[in-house]
């Protein structure tokens, strides 16, 4: 297994059980100790993990997002499933903001299936192209500044388009999110995008899985109470739902279906 492959590995193992030992790691992978430790501190200072005696965590400051195509690796079936009931919101003949990322996908996929009529607005060049071949669907990308780490549109350009339409119903990504701090981003320009589309839609979701709650980036997007559905796996802890439930929103907890191997 090649370094990249394994530190992918290590990092979706801690998306499932939160922190890991290097004992535990050395038997899984069939490495040594020092190659362990060395991975662990390569991403550490990615901003990653945070190093804890005999192993790691996940890091709770978020510094930079995961590149699409190792978020794509990530809670496959929980993503398949929020998508599910996403698609359940969604009114023939809407406005459908699809925020970039590996969630959303599954939100196109979903509508696209179903033969809707709807109108799609999104930043993300990965949904774009597959729904360009869904006959029902009237398309719009945002355009902007490409990011390219993330496959999608960032930055003014792509706000100001944003701006310029009413929106449905938007359902907004974000790896990083909660209750105290609400819905953040360690980009700048994802940031920019999101304001956009809060002020530009009737109906605000958003959209992510249990492992980013508790996870915080640089720049704020907005509290929670300023969405009007979460869509998240069944895997929060019992006072985060309680929490959850005394803000002015709508649970919508779906089966997490999680593998105990990444």
Not at 67 to 94: C, F, Q, T, W
Not at 168 to 189: K, M, Q
Request: glycine fraction near 4%.
């Amino acid at each position: 297994m090649l370094p990249d492959e394994r530190r992918i590995y290590i990092y979706s193992y801690l998306h499932q059980h939160a922190h890991a030992a290097i004992s535990d790691l050395v038997k899984l992978l069939n490495v040594s100790h020092m190659t362990i430790r060395r991975d662990l501190k390569d991403m550490e200072n990615e901003g990653k993990v945070s190093l804890i005696s005999g192993g790691a965590k996940l890091n709770d400051a978020l510094i930079q997002e995961l590149p699409y195509i190792e978020k794509a690796m990530l809670h496959h079936s929980v993503k398949r499933n929020i998508g599910r009931v996403a698609d359940s919101l969604i009114e023939p003949g809407s406005v459908v903001y699809l925020d970039a990322g590996t969630t959303t996908y599954e939100i196109a996929r979903l509508i696209a299936s179903k033969m809707k009529k709807l109108t799609v607005i999104t930043n993300d060049f990965m949904i774009a192209e597959f729904l360009m071949s869904a006959p029902l669907i009237e398309l719009y990308h945002t355009g902007g500044r490409v990011d390219a780490r993330n496959r999608s549109s960032v930055g003014h350009s792509a706000a100001r388009f944003i701006r310029e339409h009413n929106i449905d119903i938007a359902f907004i990504s974000s790896s990083s999110w909660d209750a105290e701090r609400g819905i953040s981003t360690p980009d700048e320009g994802k940031m920019l995008v999101k304001h956009a589309v809060l002020a530009s839609s009737r109906r605000k979701v958003l959209v992510s899985d249990s492992s980013k709650y508790g996870k915080y980036g640089m720049f704020h997007i907005c509290a929670l109470e300023e969405v009007d559905d979460v869509i998240c796996d069944n895997h929060l802890p019992v006072e985060v739902i309680h929490q959850l439930q005394q803000l002015n929103l709508r649970l919508h907890p779906v089966s997490s279906d999680v593998q105990k191997n990444p």
